[in-house]
């Protein structure tokens, strides 16, 4: 069974930092664009930066300059460096792949992790 499983959230004063990681664990064999969206409290869910296997990067413009997304595609993990953080990055953050390739055939679509918690708060 795949599981995308995040880490790394938590409670940080505006202007710090935090990592967050996902790791997909199961029998995969590769894995498509990876994701980080997040939902704050009250809004829809909303992409915040997204990286193909070869290394495309796309940014929210709420976050370019500040965040950093990056992956290991041999540890089928996916990064998010965020840097000067503001009140308003305060949300869920959800890691999510678009395709997951079985090791032993077969695909699975648009599968997300269960969320970690980033509070941006003084």
């Known amino acids: 069974q795949v599981q995308l499983v995040e880490s790394g959230g938590g409670l940080v004063q505006p202007g710090g930092s935090l990592r967050l990681s996902c790791a997909a664990s199961?029998?995969?064999?590769?894995?498509?664009?990876m994701g980080w969206y997040r939902q704050a409290p009250g809004k829809q869910r909303e992409l915040v930066a997204a990286?193909?296997?070869?290394?495309?990067?796309t940014y929210a413009d709420s976050v370019k300059g500040r965040f950093t997304i990056s992956r290991d595609n041999a540890k089928n993990t996916v990064y998010l460096q965020m840097n000067s953080l503001k009140s308003e990055d305060t949300a869920i953050y959800y890691c999510?792949?678009?395709?997951?390739?079985?090791?032993?055939?077969?695909?699975?679509?648009?599968?997300w992790g269960q969320g970690t918690q980033v509070t941006v708060s003084s």
């Open positions: 199961g029998s995969i064999r590769s894995i498509n664009t």
């Open positions: 990286i193909t296997p070869g290394g495309t990067t």
């Open positions: 999510n792949a678009d395709r997951i390739a079985y090791a032993r055939g077969g695909n699975l679509y648009n599968y």
